[in-house]
C-alpha cells in the first residue's frame, strides 16, 4: 500500500465513521429514535434530525456520484448511495417516523438548502434513481420552506439553493427572484480579497466556506444560462471563490491546526467546505498543488478527529473542536448540526489516479521560511500570554 492510497483510504475510513450512524438508521427510519440530541436548547430536537442529513449527504453527494476503480470502495459507495436514498424517502414522507420537520420554524430553511445542494451534487445517484413518489415528496418537502422568509444574511443563499434545486428539478413554479435577490445582494456585500460580509456587517467567522462561497458557486453554475447578468456574476464569484480557497490553504498550520476563530466552531473540519470544492473542481490556483491540499486536510482531519470525546460510545459526534467541548456549542448546535464536518470529503468525488490523491506536499505553512515564521509567531504570542499583555 503506498501513501497515496494511504491518504484516501483513511478519508475513506473517517467519512464511513461519520456516516454509518445517519445513514443506517435514517434508511431504517430510526434515526429519532436512536439519534442522541445534545443541545443547550432542548428545542432543536425539532430540527436536528433533517441537519443531520442534509449536511451529511452534502458533503457525501460527489463521492456518491462518481464510481471507483476500487472494488471494495465501490462495494461501500454503493451501500451508501442505496442507504441515501431511502434517507431521502424517509425524511420526507409524512407517514414515516423520521418525516422531518420541514415546515415550523426558521432553521428547516437551512438544511433544506444543504440537502438541496445535495441533490444538485449528485443527481443521477439522489435524484434521477428517486422512485417518482419519492421525487414528488422531496419537491413538496422543500417547497415547505417557502412559508418563512429568510434573514437578511447568508440565509439568503438557502432560499436561493432551494429554488434552483427546483428549478434543476423541472418545477416550473420555481423562484427567481429569491435566487436573483440572493445573487445581487451579496455582490454588494463583496468586501475584496476574497471575502464577504455576512449581511451589512462583516463577521470574523467561517461563513465565507461552511455556506456563502460554496452556495454562490454551486448556484450559479446552475443558473448562469437562464439571464445575462447571471452568466456575466459567474467569472468574479468563482473568481473570489478561488482567491478565498488560496488563504484557506494558508491558514493551515505545519501541525495541521487552524485558527478557532467565530462562531461554529464545532463544526469542525467543516470549515474548509470551501478549499474541499474548489479542490473538487480542480480550480486551485496554480500556486497550489493539489497534493498540498490533500496533505494539509488530511492532517487538519487527523488533529481533530482523533482527539477523545470526539464520537459518543454510540459513535454520533458530539459537541466540540478538540474532543467533546459542550461549552463551545452556540444556542443554536445540537448532534445534527455537527455533520457539516462532512462537507471536506468534497474531494473524494475525484477518481484514484486524480493529482490530488498522488504524491506528496508540503503545504505552505511547511514549506521553509513559512513553517519558521509561523513558529515564531507562536512563541510571540506565548511570550504575550505569559506576560499578561
Not at 74 to 79: A, G, P, Y
Not at 211 to 222: H, K, N
Not at 270 to 277: E, I, T
Amino acid at each position: 500500500m503506498n501513501e497515496e492510497q494511504t491518504d484516501r483510504q483513511y478519508w475513506i475510513y473517517v467519512l464511513s465513521r461519520i456516516a454509518e450512524p445517519v445513514l443506517t438508521n435514517m434508511a431504517a427510519r430510526t434515526l429519532k429514535e436512536r439519534m442522541p440530541v445534545e443541545a443547550s436548547d432542548s428545542k432543536r430536537a425539532s430540527f436536528s434530525h433533517l441537519e443531520a442529513i442534509g449536511r451529511l449527504l452534502t458533503g457525501l453527494a460527489p463521492w456518491l456520484e462518481h464510481g471507483q476503480v476500487h472494488a471494495q470502495e465501490e462495494r461501500l459507495r454503493q451501500r451508501y448511495a442505496d442507504l441515501a436514498r431511502q434517507a431521502l424517502d424517509a425524511a420526507t414522507d409524512p407517514s414515516s417516523p423520521d418525516y422531518c420537520n420541514f415546515g415550523y420554524s426558521m432553521q428547516p430553511i437551512v438544511d433544506a438548502a444543504f440537502l438541496a445542494q445535495a441533490l444538485l451534487r449528485a443527481p443521477t445517484e439522489l435524484w434521477e434513481k428517486l422512485e417518482p413518489s419519492v421525487k414528488r415528496n422531496v419537491v413538496q418537502a422543500l417547497k415547505l420552506t417557502r412559508s418563512r422568509k429568510p434573514y437578511a444574511s447568508n440565509w439568503l443563499l438557502f432560499s436561493a439553493m432551494i429554488e434552483t434545486a427546483l428549478y434543476r428539478m423541472g418545477e416550473n413554479d420555481y423562484d427567481p427572484m429569491r435566487i436573483d435577490y440572493a445573487l445581487k445582494q451579496h455582490e454588494q456585500w463583496y468586501l475584496g480579497d476574497g471575502v464577504y460580509s455576512d449581511g451589512p456587517h462583516f463577521h470574523n467567522d467561517y461563513y465565507n466556506s461552511f455556506v456563502i462561497q460554496p452556495m454562490l458557486v454551486d448556484i450559479i453554475e446552475q443558473v448562469r444560462s437562464l439571464y445575462a447578468d447571471w452568466k456575466a456574476l459567474r467569472a468574479p464569484i468563482l473568481q473570489r471563490a478561488r482567491r478565498y480557497a488560496v488563504i484557506q490553504e494558508r491558514m493551515i498550520s505545519p501541525e495541521g491546526t487552524y485558527p478557532v476563530i467565530g462562531r461554529s466552531i464545532t463544526y469542525r473540519f467543516g470549515a474548509f467546505h470551501l478549499l474541499a470544492q474548489i479542490a473538487l473542481r480542480q480550480e486551485l490556483d496554480p500556486t497550489i498543488h493539489p497534493a498540498q491540499v490533500r496533505c494539509a486536510l488530511t492532517a487538519v482531519i487527523k488533529r481533530v478527529l482523533e482527539m477523545p470525546g470526539t464520537f459518543d460510545e454510540q459513535g454520533w459526534l458530539t459537541i466540540g473542536l478538540s474532543g467533546h467541548q459542550p461549552e463551545l456549542g452556540e444556542s443554536y448546535i445540537s448532534t445534527g448540526s455537527l455533520y457539516l464536518c462532512a462537507a471536506v470529503f468534497l474531494p473524494l468525488g475525484l477518481t484514484a489516479d486524480n493529482a490530488f490523491w498522488r504524491g506528496q506536499a508540503p503545504w505552505t505553512a511547511q514549506k521553509p521560511g513559512a513553517a519558521l515564521a509561523h513558529r515564531l509567531i507562536t512563541l510571540y504570542a506565548r511570550k504575550l500570554l505569559d506576560f499578561n499583555i
